[in-house]
């Protein structure tokens, strides 16, 4: 199963992208994210359809709170992988891949509008974000 999950993502993803680079983060499965990307802005009209968010872009975020951030504030972008194990098997919890930084700049409750600051790869709906 978990190597259908990689396959999984991998048909997902671009050519380009298809390695994991060597940053990604494994995480303990009490770890949980502090929201999701729902959407990318751009002059006023949603729609992230297929698009993918590049340094300098706006993009909004369900954060699972309201209040969690405020204007200046930082998150980490993921994107989320599979099941993380020991090359003896025993599972360490849940892999990450580092996608990029993006800085808030407005917060309305949960509903958060960021600016991404670096991306480090693409950026598309449903990668995950983590007050820094």
Known sequence: LRDFDR???SEEMPEDQKEWSDGM????????EDGEITDKLKGG??????SFSLSGEEIEI???????VKPGDYLAIYLKGGDAY???GKRLGR???PAGLAEVVSADGSTVRARVIDATTAISKGYIVKKK
């Not at 983060?25 to 949980?32: G, Q, Y």
């Open 7 to 9: 396959d999984f993502l």
């Open 25 to 32: 983060k494994i995480v303990p499965d009490n770890w949980s």
């Open 45 to 50: 009209s949603g729609g992230m359809d297929e």
């Open 62 to 68: 369900s954060m699972n709170a309201s209040g969690m």
């Open 86 to 88: 020991s090359k003896s």
């Open 95 to 97: 892999e990450l891949q």
